[in-house]
């Protein structure tokens, strides 16, 4: 078995990955392995905005970004790390900027800021411009651009290898073993300093924005080597998903003025949220459109609605709200404009659905998008494993995989590419340093036993269950009994349903018996990832009795500071779920009521 | 509908050469050939290979050859090719490994090759550089690409010689040489004026047809090669 050797090792090469691979590489020998070839990675797809406080086209202070981040967590994000995430943020665009990231420009040469769901200017309430963006492909803009450094700065890639396994000695990070896809072999990694930037486990729902890599393997390997995944009951839910599709249409649509319209053709969310309206945060806005759906006003009542933007639309709305320009004029908008700010959901739409957005509205529903739980980390990226904080030595984690927790129960749009700046920055700088002062740990013998059982069970059942019906009913069952709405007879019958699912997962059919790209054999083991956090998520989810983000329960409705103010942690012990809970830090804001 | 699907089959394991297996499957007029493709890895046939991760066009794993013209997977609709006959096979002029799937390193290589990245040495000033919407607009064209390697593979000039640098690393090339921001046209385009560099093009348009992003790829490669004449970048 071929055994590998650096300082520093990233695991996935999204954003997160990506950042702290570029930081690393400047003080120690750093590799980053990724299951897909670097510009593959979900980060690519982000794309109305990173949110930073400029304050480029209007007054904004990263101090209002970081109320408005605890507010959209609702208060369940820690406020050390928003705050040190947000203050972060200005110098992280910059950054960007100098290596070359094609930003959207100001008439004045400036980076362009378009509004955002939940951004808000502290004093008057009303929607803030705070989202830097280059169009509609901002995530894409951003991972070609560290990706186009770190060819520059000669980083070593280790593409297309899965990593299938943690390996810890005495307490502390030692290696990981990885399957090469090319040869279906395994490698060891030794390493003085891992992070984990693997991303989300999003393709555990039906109707998901996540790419089909988005398989969570980072927080399965995890679990299984007895590190705890924290708030995994907070999956975000984005309102605009394409329809049966789910592919994403940025906020950013919303940002320039479209409008979500009921099947009375009425824009309902002036009666959930009256300020900022179709600006609201992401949970509130998905819940109103259930709402809207189950009471029968969904287009034609179908579960679905409009997301409108056509140049007349977003001009009838705009005068009503008053919305002005910066320069204080009326914001009226033509159909090149838009063109020019959103080309590629436009081009989306014209491809999936054959609509054309600028003559026609969008049919769109929730959508399972984002993971504001994790792999529990410090605001150094550090992992911590349990409810004192303790740090596992030499492992990091940054980006989706991760929980700092900055997002809390509902992160805000744009927020998810600054996590992944700010954080795999400071995980990169982190683990290079104690990378200098740290000693290889020795390797054990059957280091890469483990994996190779869980793939050799697989490869030896002889059972002859469908790895394709097994997850359709894992994604049916999330979406229908652990999603937008929850209530505990649901998620009672959704773990039995994942227990049955479990038990047929050990006797699936693998008819590819090769080595050479094996990827049936490596998706059945990413669905055995998703599984177990299918598991995870309700269980956690059934604990939490009250509504708080993006878990909103029928039977619990109202948020219970009293008892719930607290972090889930969730621990895999032989093959059971135990649940502990740890405080939230809280520095500036009080929780209270929220309002939009 | 019904449709059939003739899928180009190779596995170094057991093939001695390639062939073509046949499946029958049920589809919709609005299902993503990546969807049918899936089916049948899935309910029939478990060892076809193919990469695949986004679905919707942006991650660019999932290009291959659809009734002979080269397409991502997930972003051509059955009702697209207008026939229930859906022949699929790997990109040209890179080595089969299994299937699908195909050998990118020889492409991400010439990518490297153009120095696919900003050159400034002027040390950054505290926020921003400036640049004008206008001198944005410039570029913004080639800032699309994906490297799904549809526009390299797709180029008669690289199947008669891979060491042609191709098309899609002429754009990345083109999406540095043309920001204002940049400083390193000289040493890109005196790459590009090498035996293997833009001069291999003989517009033949092939790739711009196979943008799945729409990019103009041929303009682009002309703008790269009048750059090489005229000394200017305008």
Redesign the interface.
């Known amino acids: 078995m071929k055994i590998h050797q650096h300082d520093v090792l990233v695991v996935g090469a999204g954003g997160a990955g990506l950042m702290a691979a570029l930081y690393a590489s400047k003080s120690a020998n750093t590799a980053v392995l990724s299951k897909l070839y670097p510009t593959r990675s979900h980060t690519g797809t982000a794309q109305g905005g990173v949110g930073a406080a400029l304050g480029n086209v209007e007054e904004d202070h990263p101090e209002w970004h970081t109320y408005d981040t605890v507010k959209g967590s609702d208060y369940l994000g820690d406020q050390d790390a928003i705050e040190f995430m947000c203050s972060e943020a200005v110098q992280a665009i910059y950054e960007l900027e100098h290596m070359g990231l094609p930003f959207s420009r100001t008439p004045e040469g400036k980076i362009d800021q378009r509004p955002f769901g939940g951004h808000t200017n502290n004093v008057t309430g009303k929607p803030v411009r705070r989202a830097c963006y280059a169009a509609d492909r901002t995530g894409h803009m951003i991972l070609q651009t560290l990706y186009q450094t770190c060819i520059k700065n000669k980083v070593t890639f280790f593409d297309e290898f899965q990593v299938v396994d943690l390996i810890l000695v005495n307490g502390m990070a030692a290696g990981v073993v990885a399957v090469e896809l090319a040869t279906g072999e395994f490698h060891i990694f030794r390493a003085k300093a891992i992070i984990f930037a693997t991303g989300g486990h999003g393709r555990i729902w039906e109707i998901t924005s996540n790419a089909y890599a988005y398989t969570g393997d980072g927080v399965a390997i995890a679990l299984r080597n007895g590190i705890p995944a924290e708030d995994m009951e907070f999956f975000q839910f984005h309102p605009t998903g394409i329809y049966r599709l789910g592919i994403l249409i940025t906020e950013g649509v919303r940002g320039e003025g479209g409008v979500l319209i009921n099947g009375r053709g009425e824009r309902f969310m002036t009666n959930y949220a009256p300020t900022v309206k179709d600006l609201a945060s992401r949970d509130v806005i998905s819940r109103a459109m259930y709402l809207e759906m189950a009471q029968g006003r969904g287009i034609n009542g179908e579960w679905y609605l409009y997301l409108d933007v056509r140049p007349e639309t977003v001009n009838h709305y705009a005068a009503l709200d008053g919305r002005k320009r910066p320069d204080g004029s009326p914001y009226v908008v033509t159909a090149e404009e838009l063109l020019g700010k959103l080309p590629d959901i436009i081009d989306f739409c014209r491809t999936y659905l054959g609509v054309d957005p600028m003559t026609q509205p969008m049919p769109v529903q929730p959508t399972a998008h984002y993971a504001m739980g994790g792999i529990p980390t410090n605001k150094y990226g550090q992992v911590v494993i349990d409810e004192q904080n303790r740090v596992l030595p030499g492992l990091y984690a940054a980006g989706e995989v991760a929980c700092v927790s900055v997002h809390g129960a509902n992160r805000l749009g744009t927020n998810s590419l600054l996590d992944l700046l700010v954080f795999g920055k400071h995980a990169g700088l982190s683990a290079a340093e104690y990378a200098k002062g740290a000693s290889f740990q020795p390797l054990p013998a059957d280091a890469a036993d483990p994996a190779r059982q869980q793939f050799d069970a697989l490869l030896n059942s002889t059972g002859s269950e469908n790895l394709m019906d097994i997850a359709t009913e894992m994604k049916q069952t999330m979406m229908e009994h652990v999603g937008v709405f929850r209530t505990e007879q649901g998620m009672r019958q959704a773990l039995a349903k994942i227990g049955e699912l479990k038990e047929r997962f050990r006797h699936v059919r693998i008819s590819d018996r090769g080595k050479i790209f094996n990827t049936e054999l490596l998706n059945a083991w990413e669905l055995g990832n998703l599984l177990d956090l299918a598991e995870v998520t309700t269980v956690s989810a059934l604990a939490r009795q009250e509504s708080r983000g993006a878990h909103a329960r029928d039977d619990f409705p109202k948020r219970d500071d009293v008892n719930w103010l607290k972090h889930t942690l969730a621990w895999m012990r032989d093959g059971k779920i135990e649940l502990r809970y740890k405080p939230v830090v809280i520095t500036k804001f009080e929780p209270k009521e929220r309002v939009y | 509908m019904q449709v059939t699907l003739k899928i180009f089959r190779y596995?170094?394991?057991?093939d001695r050469k390639p062939r073509y297996q046949t499946y029958q499957v049920e589809a919709q007029p609005?299902d993503?050939v990546l969807d049918l493709l899936?089916y049948v890895?899935?309910?029939i046939?478990?060892?076809l290979?193919?990469?695949?991760?986004?679905?919707?066009?942006?991650?660019?794993?999932d290009a291959m050859r659809i009734n002979g013209r080269n397409r991502l997977a997930c972003?051509v609709?059955v009702k697209d090719l207008q026939t229930n006959k859906i022949t699929i096979e790997p990109l040209l002029g890179l080595r089969v490994?299994?299937d699908m799937?195909v050998d990118?390193e020889p492409f991400?290589e010439h990518y490297?090759s153009v120095?696919?990245?900003?050159i400034?040495d002027d040390p950054?000033p505290?926020?921003?550089?400036?640049?004008?919407?206008e001198?944005?607009a410039r570029?913004?064209d080639t800032?699309?690409c994906?490297?799904c390697a549809a526009c390299t593979t797709s180029c008669p000039s690289f199947w008669a010689n891979g060491q042609y640098v191709g098309p899609a690393a002429i754009v990345a090339a083109h999406r540095?040489i043309f920001?204002s921001?940049?400083q390193g046209a000289a040493e890109r385009l005196k790459i590009l004026n090498d035996q293997f560099g833009v001069f291999r093009c003989h517009t033949i348009f092939n790739c711009t047809e196979a943008c799945p992003r729409?990019i103009q790829i041929t303009q682009a490669i002309g703008e790269v090669k009048r750059a090489i004449a005229t000394g200017r970048l305008d």
């Open positions: 596995n170094p394991e057991q609005t993503r899936e890895k899935g309910h046939d478990g060892t290979s193919f990469r695949r991760s986004c679905a919707h066009g942006i991650c660019g794993s972003k609709l490994i299994k799937i990118m991400f490297r120095k696919p990245y900003l400034n950054p505290q926020q921003e550089r400036l640049q004008s919407p001198q944005r570029f913004d800032t699309k994906i490297l540095f920001d921001r940049d729409d």
